[in-house]
């Protein structure tokens, strides 16, 4: 993909909008190695997930929020956040990140939602194509595990019907958004058709636990097919994959581990306070009792990054990718929080700092993730 000066640019960009928020002189060693990543190749800067060929950013863009009025976007979507989502995706490829997580239910009628995001994402692909022919996207979205879905041709169904939202006739990654109640073998079996019928370049699963992600792999290894993803929750105050075994099992397996929530829904920006919690659904999980436990890391958070004229939210972000094998999928519903997200790449946190915000995260008592997490 041809966008080297673009990256370029975002680097300033993102220079520019650092020395905005952080006023520091103190640059450690290694940061004006960022100068060079921004300008090194895509595929360079790309990694193959799992053991599949398919290669992706080292951090992409969650697109749960695009559309979506049940949990984000304060119930309501307008012509104005239509156009900061635009903006966003436009910001995000502008900074050579080109990897985009979507799913059938985000924005759609079954989750109460304005318009899908998989049409909006659809849309936004085409537009910026027929500017740039050159621009390659790579698109993940998920089959959701209804109860009424049966067997391995619903899987199918289900992604003919993404691919049409979509405007494409394949996707790079296609997932199970979390575990059926009944009929996983045949959904399993689903994704490996959707392989073999070229609907799609590699195949993951999302909110596995460790004996369902190892059933999974196994039953796909006897076709031939690598297991190439599990998507959960994972972020700096939320480490349940380390600690349920999953982290480990696709160390192991040659799983890539693509974490949703990386800054966990925005509370690790540092932008939320006791005094000013989220809104909506999220003010239920953050309260202003756990964003007062929070302060101390997040204070930390802010010295380390202006040790590297960088963000509490790139610092996060920068956190995560240091665990290996993990890559971060941050919703942007701006072209700020993009090209913020952007300045997560090109550096890494010296090891003891790593060690040193994992002891005081470790110190906070983490919210519940999700229910399916626990299936």
Known sequence: MALHVSSAACFFRDFSHRNRRVHTTTVRRGVASEDLAALKSSEEEKLKLGASELKVTRLGIGAWSWGDTSYWNNFEWDDRKLKAAKAAFDASVDCDITFFDTAEVYGSRLSL????????????????????????????????????????QSVINALKDSLCRLGVSSVELYQLHWPGIWGNEGYIDGLGDAVEQGLVKAVGVSNYNERRLRDAYE?????GIPLASNQVNYSLIYRAPEENGVKAACDELGISLIAYSPIAQGVLTGKYLPENPPTGPRSRIYTPEFLTRLQPLLNRIREIGEGYSKTPTQVALNWLIAQENVVPIPGAKTAEQAEEFAGALGWRLADEEIYELRSLASEIRPVTGFPVENL
């Open 113 to 152: 939602g304005a318009i899908n995001s998989e049409t909006l994402l659809g849309r936004f692909i085409k537009e910026r194509k027929e500017k740039d022919p050159k621009v390659e996207v790579a698109v993940a979205t998920k089959f959701a595990a209804l109860p009424w879905r049966l067997g391995r």
């Open 219 to 223: 039953k796909l290894k006897k076709r």
